[in-house]
């Protein structure tokens, strides 16, 4: 074959592999942007909004790997990884705010890694969801959320691999410890506050009781 079909072969696949590249970034992205709309959605509480925006980020996170079909080297690396850990932090947490089981990276269709990155990201939502609970006075949602924090942070601290530390795994362990001190500390404080008021409150009911007598 002359040089001149080979290089012009060469460059026919070169622009199939780059459109498929753009196609799988495009598509990323949305899902990124979905998941981030979702995890917001479900903090106010608009959890219809939040479950649509679920299935759209599901149906694209699909697209994607299906165009990564004939170049399996874009499926796994880069922004699909992003999209892939974006989209289990917030199936994650939908899941909690259900009362559902935590899914695993099975049911998600999420490879291992993404998902274990994506479980460090979540206990940062988990301790999210414990303060607006502490502010709407919802104190045993917020022990709900502190236990799970507990339950993930704990369980992450099992895994202990270099292909996963490389990539930072061990700096969110670091971090969902940090937060976990954090919460923890803030929703004591907050409790004995509580409990605090509620003992005034009732002194105060009593002492005015006896002095209407």
Known sequence: MPIRDIILKIIEELEE????????????????????????????????????KLRMAEERLSDAVATTAKYDEFAYKG??????QEYAEARLLHAFIM???IPSPQ???VPSIPYLMALGDFVGELR???????????????ERALDLMEEVY?????????????LGFRQKCDVARSLLER??????????????AEGIEKLLKRWKGENEV
């Open 17 to 52: 592999r780059d459109k498929v590249r753009e196609k799988v970034l495009s598509l990323s992205r949305e899902v990124v942007r979905l998941a981030g709309f979702a995890i917001r959605a479900m903090h106010r509480g608009e959890l219809r909004d939040a479950e649509e």
């Open 79 to 84: 922004f699909m990884t992003t999209a892939f």
């Open 99 to 101: 009362g559902r089981e």
């Open 107 to 109: 049911e998600l269709n």
């Open 128 to 142: 999210r969801n414990v303060l607006i609970c502490m502010r709407d006075g919802r104190f045993e949602d917020a």
């Open 154 to 166: 704990v369980n992450m601290m099992l895994v202990d691999y270099p292909e996963v530390s490389s």
């Open 183 to 196: 919460t923890r500390a803030e929703v004591l404080l907050v409790s004995q506050e509580a409990k605090l």
